[in-house]
């Protein structure tokens, strides 16, 4: 899924970074796999992705790029939950589930909420996710504070 939503967002952005840490990266990472991925492919309109599937050194490389204000947007799994701390100012939740399909727990809920809101920078954090009334009990449960559905 976040190969997917980073093309999308990849599509509708013009704008290219030329610089040369995206460059570097890029080459890196078509290097090390042997051939264009979609995360080589978008790091030009300062998307990353974040996932399982990326190697140690990638995901260093991404967090570099993160730490030095050159990736605008993070399309992450549940990678976010294991203590990588991104200093971004919003998370979006595409679904409830990891992806072996169990359901977030608390502790990764609050794990993954933690990196919105950058110190110094931001007075809060934004934490969005698809409504789904069927689920809202669920979230209700891990997210005790107040909800709001935005239309």
Same mark, same amino acid.
């Given at each position: 899924?976040v190969?997917?939503?980073?093309?999308? !967002? +990849?599509?509708?952005?013009?704008?290219?970074? #030329?610089?040369?840490?995206?460059?570097?990266?890029k *080459? %890196? $990472?078509?290097?090390?796999?042997?051939?264009?991925?979609?995360?080589?492919?978008?790091?030009?309109?300062?998307?990353?992705?974040?996932h399982?599937? !990326? +190697?140690?050194?990638?995901?260093?490389?991404? #967090?570099?790029?993160?730490?030095?204000?050159g990736? *605008? %947007? $993070?399309f992450?799994t549940?990678?976010?939950?294991?203590?990588?701390?991104?200093?971004?100012?919003?998370?979006?939740?595409?679904?409830?589930?990891?992806? +072996?399909?169990?359901?977030?727990?608390a502790?990764?809920?609050?794990?993954?909420?933690?990196?919105?809101?950058?110190?110094?920078?931001?007075?809060?954090?934004?934490l969005?996710?698809?409504?789904?009334?069927?689920?809202?009990?669920?979230?209700?449960?891990?997210?005790?504070?107040?909800?709001?559905?935005l239309?």
């Amino acid at each position: 899924m976040v190969n997917q939503r980073a093309e999308f !967002l +990849s599509r509708v952005i013009d704008e290219r970074d #030329e610089s040369e840490n995206i460059k570097l990266v890029k *080459n %890196f $990472i078509q290097d090390e796999v042997g051939r264009q991925t979609v995360l080589s492919s978008v790091l030009e309109k300062r998307i990353a992705l974040h996932h399982a599937g !990326l +190697s140690d050194e990638s995901k260093l490389l991404v #967090e570099y790029l993160i730490r030095q204000k050159g990736i *605008n %947007f $993070i399309f992450a799994t549940s990678t976010l939950a294991e203590g990588v701390n991104f200093p971004v100012s919003s998370v979006y939740f595409d679904s409830y589930e990891k992806g +072996s399909g169990n359901t977030l727990t608390a502790n990764d809920f609050w794990n993954i909420s933690g990196r919105a809101g950058r110190t110094m920078i931001d007075n809060y954090g934004k934490l969005l996710f698809p409504f789904d009334s069927k689920k809202m009990k669920s979230v209700r449960v891990v997210t005790p504070l107040k909800t709001v559905q935005l239309s």
